[in-house]
């Protein structure tokens, strides 16, 4: 006779979970990990609290904005409903695997392994919209599977409130109905009149990114767009080409390379045993492969980003789950090894900064191109910068050429004054081009312009004071150059900073405005 396991895998779940969150938490505050640009980009957003934004749905502003009204405008204010909702979703996992009749133990497993796989690990520390997606995406999943299994049509009012919500961080989310469509001959019952009913209760995620957009020339759906349809890679040539190897490296990068190999393995015997699987399972691994496989096809014909796919894993981790805990004792001795594996992975990503600035591992010396943080860090020192020069925030204002170092300076800059964005390089439309410029506000008055830039191309950052100087002449009275300032060291050798310039008399003058997407 079996005996059944009476371990508390929640419980358990419950205890990591809240060990996790401690340590997030204390890494947010005491780390060398600064906010990154984007993330910078929507705490300013969130001090312009709105209906939507240039290029994203208003979710990550709200969110930074709830954190910021109760931890201050601090790095853990801008990330702490990330904490949050990083802690609660593998909770939603463990429910999507149990209603997919996994058994606790293989539940507590998915769970885990989205908790501290990278993907997982990194969606705790980081206020990015992908954060709250996913969250609302596993809770559309969890009404899918349990139709499923009861075979009833799915709940479509409260899938669509799901999705809506998700859409509200990311639109994406939406593909679930393409899924949810492609899936139907596979599982006769989501067929039901509701699901337009469904449909259209989702779209009012949309509602407040359209009130934005009707004001803003749909200053959004033009820029998504672009993006979707914008340039693929070239070759000299001129012939079409992507980056699927990339894209593949990153997959395994997402989810750790044992785990992802675990991946493909249950995917298989899916595949060969599709008669005798579960059909809450077998729509997991339909909405795993539907998805991995329609991006990396298109990862052939243009450049795609690694983390463009990750609400495919939420049901590929309930796939693994279930391939590993069975009877075969070395498939879960391999899962275990991976999770442990991830889990190293993700803490020595994490101490790659401290390493490189304080030299902790000297015979080992980690090339800063390997820092998956490099662009969080030295944001501390060039406040310094700044009050070296002699920045006064009461009297002068900042700005750059790049929005995202525009947000950094509001963000980092001393009292956290609003900073500005000149468009001086002829680039594309961001959020600062729909709010007051400075020939509004700082006409007659001293701007302290920011470029920075990170090794190995520091040289040529130098090399442009002479260009920057010409460029930045037509709008101010008279341009000095303040000195270039490193702000962030890899073993005694400077591998960020910053140029700093002082113009004087603002003229009022703006660049030529690029109707660019």
Excluded at 91 to 99: E, N, S, T
């Amino acid at each position: 006779m079996t005996r059944i396991s009476t371990k508390p895998y929640f419980g358990t779940l419950l205890f990591i979970l809240i060990i996790k969150a401690l340590f997030v938490t204390w890494m947010i505050v005491n780390s060398q990990i600064g906010l990154s640009p984007d993330e910078a980009q929507y705490w300013t957003w969130s001090q312009n609290i709105d209906w939507g934004y240039y290029s994203k749905p208003p979710g990550i502003a709200w969110q930074i904005w709830l954190g910021t009204s109760i931890f201050n405008n601090s790095v853990l204010g801008v990330r702490v409903l990330s904490v949050v909702i990083g802690f609660f979703t593998p909770l939603l996992l463990y429910i999507l695997a149990r209603k997919c009749k996994l058994s606790p133990q293989a539940s507590f497993w998915a769970a885990t392994i989205f908790a501290f796989s990278p993907l997982g690990f990194m969606a705790s520390i980081l206020a990015i919209t992908d954060v709250g997606m996913v969250f609302f995406w596993i809770c559309a999943l969890i009404v899918i599977a349990e139709s499923l299994e009861i075979k009833m049509p799915p709940h479509y009012p409260l899938l669509g409130l799901f999705i809506a919500c998700g859409a509200l961080f990311k639109w994406p989310i939406y593909l679930l109905w393409i899924v949810l469509i492609a899936s139907m001959p596979l599982f006769p019952v989501l067929k039901n009149k509701n699901f337009i009913t469904g449909f259209f209760i989702s779209l009012l995620g949309l509602v407040p990114s359209f009130t934005w957009n009707i004001k803003n020339d749909w200053a959004t759906f033009r820029h998504v767009s672009a993006s979707v349809a914008g340039s693929p890679l070239q070759t000299e040539n001129h012939s079409l080409v992507g980056n699927p190897l990339e894209f593949i490296g990153a997959q395994f990068a997402l989810v750790s390379p044992i785990l992802f190999i675990l991946l493909l393995m249950a995917l298989y015997s899916i595949y060969k045993h599709k008669n005798q699987t579960q059909r809450s399972l077998l729509f997991c691994a339909f909405t795993t492969a539907t998805l991995l496989t329609f991006v990396t096809a298109l990862s052939l014909f243009k450049k795609v980003q690694g983390n463009w796919v990750d609400y495919a894993y939420p049901t590929a981790f309930v796939v693994i789950a279930w391939f590993a805990c069975d009877e075969i004792k070395w498939k879960q001795r391999l899962m275990e090894i991976g999770v442990a594996l991830s889990i190293l992975l993700c803490l020595f990503a994490v101490t790659i900064p401290h390493a490189q600035a304080l030299n902790l591992y000297p015979t080992l010396k980690i090339p800063y191109k390997l820092n998956p943080f490099r662009h969080n860090v030295g944001w501390k020192n060039l406040r310094k910068a700044l009050k070296i020069v002699g920045y006064n925030p009461n009297e002068e204002f900042l700005f750059s050429s790049k929005y995202q170092m525009s947000s950094i300076l509001n963000f980092y800059g001393p009292e956290q004054n609003r900073t500005y964005f000149l468009n001086i390089h002829g680039v594309r439309k961001n959020q600062f081009s729909f709010w007051p410029p400075m020939a509004e506000e700082q006409i007659g008055k001293t701007g302290i312009y920011v470029v920075t830039d990170n090794a190995p191309h520091l040289q040529k950052l130098r090399l442009q004071v002479p260009n920057l100087i010409v460029k930045l002449s037509p709008y101010f009275e008279r341009i000095d150059y303040l000195g270039y300032y490193p702000i962030f060291d890899c073993y005694g050798e400077p591998c960020k900073a910053a140029l700093l310039f002082k113009c004087k008399n603002y003229n009022g003058k703006e660049p030529k405005n690029f109707v660019l997407y």
